[in-house]
């Protein structure tokens, strides 16, 4: 929310005004700590010039994940850690999507690489 607001040029304030309710009720919604009710997510949608409805999914994401935590995604056998990797997720370029993967690929690369294979040191001493 606060990459489009900067993209928009607004503040807290101007986003508020816009929406009609409070300044620190918009602070909260913008830094995580509330989540908009489903009558704050249209005017949040306008002001912001986005899709309603993938506001809307964000929303009731955030309300399921603060009333049960990560229950729900793994319940459908989602890594909960991925979560915020998803969100992200549609508003990347190909090009960052792609790396991201490679990235990702390199570092696990690297990390089984460790596993398996002991250090000099260890070897030396036994």
Do not use: C
């Amino acid at each position: 929310m606060t990459d489009r607001m900067q993209e928009l040029n607004l503040s807290i304030a101007d986003l508020a005004a816009q929406v009609g309710t409070t300044y620190e009720h918009v602070r909260n919604i913008v830094k995580g700590n509330a989540v908009p009710s489903k009558f704050m997510v249209p005017a949040l949608a306008e002001a912001l010039k986005i899709n309603r409805d993938d506001l809307e999914r964000l929303a009731t994401a955030d309300r399921i994940r603060s009333k049960f935590g990560t229950i729900p995604l793994e319940l459908s056998g989602k890594n909960p850690e991925l979560e915020p990797l998803e969100r992200v997720w549609n508003h990347l370029s190909a090009e960052h999507k792609a790396d991201l993967i490679a990235q990702a690929k390199a570092w696990a690369k690297r990390d089984r690489e460790r596993v398996v294979k002991p250090s000099k040191d260890k070897q030396q001493v036994s």
